[in-house]
T-cell receptor, first 110, second 115 residues
C-alpha cells in the first residue's frame, strides 16, 4: 500500500497560487492519485484525480512527474473560501483498503 | 439527489452502552467504508465492504463491528463503547471499478462522545 506524506499546514494570501505537494514513494503501477478537500465538520469531497503528467479541471490542476513518487495540487488564485484541509489519496483496488494521509491544513489570509 | 446519510449526527453516550450508527447510500455503490477522524490524525479507515456480506478490517477495527446485509446500508456497531472511541465518524461509498479509483462520497459525519 502506498503511504502519503504531506505538509501539516500551509498559509497563503487571497489571489495567490497555492501548490501542495504529496509524497508517495511506494506508489504501485495501478494506483491513481486523488485529492480531496474537507471543511470543518464535513466529509471530504473530490477535487481532482490523475495518473501521470498533468490534469486540469475547473478548480485545480494536478501535476505528476514521470516517476509518480509525488504529486502537486495547484489551486489558482485562492480565496478565503479555499481555507480547508486537503488530502492526497493514493489507492488501488488490489486489496480494497484505502489509506489516507494526515492532510494539509491550508489557511488563506486576506 | 445522490447522497450518503448517517444517523444520528450527534450522540452522547456512556461507557459500555451498545450503540449503532446507521449509514445509507442511494447510488447503488458496491464499496462502503467507515472512518474515524481525530485531531491531527486525519482519516483512519475502520472497516470496509466490497459488496453485500463482504466486509474487511481497515486500519483501526478494534472495538467496532459492521454488517452489510443490504447493498445500500452499512451500519457501524460499538458493542461496548469506551472514551477512546470519542471521535468524528464518517461513512463513505463509491463504485468498484476495474482499473481506477472512483470518487468517494462521504456522509455528513457523526460526532460521538463517550463518557
Amino acid at each position: 500500500l502506498a503511504k502519503t506524506t504531506q505538509p501539516i499546514s500551509m498559509d497563503s494570501y487571497e489571489g495567490q497560487e497555492v501548490n501542495i505537494t504529496c509524497s508517495h514513494n511506494n506508489i504501485a503501477t495501478n494506483d491513481y492519485i486523488t485529492w480531496y478537500q474537507q471543511f470543518p465538520s464535513q466529509g471530504p469531497r473530490f477535487i481532482i484525480q490523475g495518473y501521470k503528467t498533468k490534469v486540469t479541471n475547473e478548480v485545480a490542476s494536478l501535476f505528476i512527474p514521470a516517476d509518480r513518487k509525488s504529486s502537486t495540487l495547484s489551486l489558482p488564485r485562492v480565496s478565503l473560501s479555499d481555507t480547508a484541509v486537503y488530502y492526497c489519496l493514493v489507492a488501488s483496488w488490489d486489496n480494497y483498503q484505502l489509506i489516507w494521509g494526515a492532510g494539509t491544513k491550508l489557511i488563506i489570509k486576506p | 439527489e445522490a447522497q450518503v446519510t448517517q444517523n444520528p449526527r450527534y450522540l452522547i453516550t456512556v461507557t459500555g452502552k451498545k450503540l449503532t450508527v446507521t449509514c445509507s447510500q442511494n447510488m447503488n455503490h458496491e464499496y462502503m467504508s467507515w472512518y474515524r477522524q481525530d485531531p491531527g490524525l486525519g482519516l483512519r479507515q475502520i472497516y470496509y465492504s466490497m459488496n453485500v456480506e463482504v466486509t474487511d478490517k481497515g486500519d483501526v477495527p478494534e472495538g467496532y463491528k459492521v454488517s452489510r446485509k443490504e447493498k445500500r446500508n452499512f451500519p457501524l456497531i460499538l458493542e461496548s463503547p469506551s472514551p477512546n472511541q470519542t471521535s468524528l465518524y464518517f461513512c463513505a461509498s463509491s463504485t468498484l471499478p476495474g482499473s481506477r479509483v472512483e470518487t468517494q462520497y462521504f456522509g455528513p459525519g457523526t460526532r460521538l462522545l463517550v463518557l
